[in-house]
């Protein structure tokens, strides 16, 4: 976790610094969380893949898809279609989590540049 | 509703409080360490436990709080499967073809079942209690449910976010308190070697 350590030095710590402080800390989170989520949102990717794949090759009409806790007996077609909406659905929330990281480490890199502008040494913002 | 959304206001007043939140105290935001410490009319070490003990407070909120949290995060994909079993069965309804499906018994072992044409559903509503449903009411009931917990969570993630900030806060009083301390005793040294000398 990263920490905000004093230094010797006697700088001032403003209200607005401390906003910074508290902001970092917030996206910091954020950016764990969401590290956590994409990891999830590509191995669904992954298996929506594999059972894509897997359709193809079987040669049942009826297929067991899994909707809630049971196993219903669909036909191939449907089953097909609704594991391409599956991908659709998760591919951009996939997209749109990548693009919030990117913000995020965006936002961090500005906080990281006035803060240790401000502290220099007084200040750890790095992971440990 | 005191909310603490962080806009700048370092011009109004000079100690910015942050108001507590939902049983949350705010901590308070130190301008200068020597004013705060006069303040709060304690030395050095009792402001130093005061501190830390406020930091022990939050954390143990914290805990209770991710757990909510965690809590919720599991409902939601199950109301959302449920959501969907009711929606397949509404959609079979119009062809007048039963619906198969193997479910499980046990671990490791499923049952097959076939399921006619009807208009409602049962939903289990906790506390051994059971009740049936038509189609549109188990689904307005499931996406109620389901619109509720959402926010809910929204609520919970706003309120870690808030006591987040106070533990920041905090820490960075401890170290800013903490520095103040050290800087003192070295002023304190150099005048009383001053005067030996």
Redesign the interface.
Known sequence: MQQEQGGKSDTQVTWEDQQNINKFGRLNNRFHELEDEIKIAKETNENLEDAGNELILTDEDIVRFQIGEVFAHVPKEEVETRIEEMKEVTSKKLEKLEEEKESIVAQMAELKKILYGKFKDSINLEED | MASTS?E???SFSSQ?TATERRGIPGAQ????VQTYLSQLGLDVNSALAFLQERLQQYKLVEMKLLAQQRDLQAKIPDIE??L??VA?LQAKKGTGED??????VSEGI?SR?RIQDTDSVCLWLGANVMLEYSYEEATSLLQKNLDNAKASLEVLIADL?FL??QV??T??TI??V??WD??QRRVRQATTVAKDS
């Open positions: 962080i700048t206001t370092s910015t935001f130190v301008e200068d499967k449920c969907d079993v397949t619906l198969v499906a193997d479910f499980e499923y079942a976010q987040r900030d920041t806060i820490q960075v170290a800013r903490y520095n050290v800087h």
